[in-house]
């Protein structure tokens, strides 16, 4: 998975004049948004977290970023895809950088703690700041934040609720035990 970093500017163009396209998706946890550019996908957009069709000044298009991304999108709702293979161009601070592509790390239906994540990106007291970045990750499902658990097991944090975070744990779960693993 490629994870750079891309601007995107009211205009409705990306970096040195690249259109920006979305598009929607219904996924069994409701509609979502994602917008890419020419390079790839730059925004995956929770449930009930953007405006209905005019939440992005870009325009509503198909793009290969965006047509790969549905189809990996179905792939994972139908329990056929454990890991995405997308190019993703996410905006964010050299840190939330840093924390998104541990994210891409955490396997398939684990779970990890926010101060495993920041133990594994070198700064083990960071766990609040993960958790902020966690809470700006702009490519929710495809770079895992709902696998970021508390310290103590329980649910905590997530921008689409916390029955959504449930729901993807619960997902993946089922997943791994229709085809004969355990989660752990």
């Given at each position: 998975m490629t994870l750079?970093?891309?601007?995107?500017?009211?205009?409705?163009?990306?970096?040195?004049?690249?259109?920006?396209?979305?598009?929607?998706?219904?996924?069994p946890i409701g509609e979502i948004?994602?917008?890419?550019?020419?390079?790839?996908?730059?925004?995956?957009?929770?449930?009930?977290?953007?405006?209905?069709?005019?939440?992005?000044?870009?325009?509503?298009?198909?793009?290969?970023p965006l047509a790969k991304a549905v189809e990996q999108l179905e792939a994972y709702f139908a329990g056929e895809l454990t890991q995405f293979d997308l190019p993703l161009v996410p905006e964010g601070t050299a840190f939330q950088l840093q924390?998104?592509?541990?994210?891409?790390?955490?396997?398939?239906?684990?779970?990890e703690s926010y101060g495993s994540v920041a133990a594994r990106i070198g700064n083990p007291k960071a766990s609040r700041a993960v958790g902020m970045a966690n809470n700006k990750n702009p490519l929710a499902i495809v770079l895992?934040?709902?696998?970021?658990?508390?310290?103590?097991?329980?649910?905590?944090?997530?921008?689409?609720?916390?029955?959504?975070?449930?729901?993807?744990?619960?997902?993946?779960?089922g997943v791994v035990e229709r085809n004969g693993a355990k989660p752990h």
């Amino acid at each position: 998975m490629t994870l750079s970093t891309k601007q995107t500017t009211a205009t409705g163009t990306g970096d040195a004049g690249r259109p920006v396209y979305w598009t929607t998706y219904k996924a069994p946890i409701g509609e979502i948004l994602l917008v890419a550019d020419d390079s790839g996908l730059r925004e995956l957009h929770l449930p009930g977290l953007f405006a209905a069709h005019d939440a992005t000044p870009a325009r509503k298009s198909a793009s290969a970023p965006l047509a790969k991304a549905v189809e990996q999108l179905e792939a994972y709702f139908a329990g056929e895809l454990t890991q995405f293979d997308l190019p993703l161009v996410p905006e964010g601070t050299a840190f939330q950088l840093q924390v998104w592509r541990a994210l891409a790390d955490i396997p398939y239906a684990k779970t990890e703690s926010y101060g495993s994540v920041a133990a594994r990106i070198g700064n083990p007291k960071a766990s609040r700041a993960v958790g902020m970045a966690n809470n700006k990750n702009p490519l929710a499902i495809v770079l895992p934040c709902h696998r970021v658990i508390g310290s103590n097991g329980s649910l905590v944090g997530y921008g689409g609720g916390l029955w959504m975070k449930e729901w993807l744990l619960q997902h993946e779960a089922g997943v791994v035990e229709r085809n004969g693993a355990k989660p752990h």
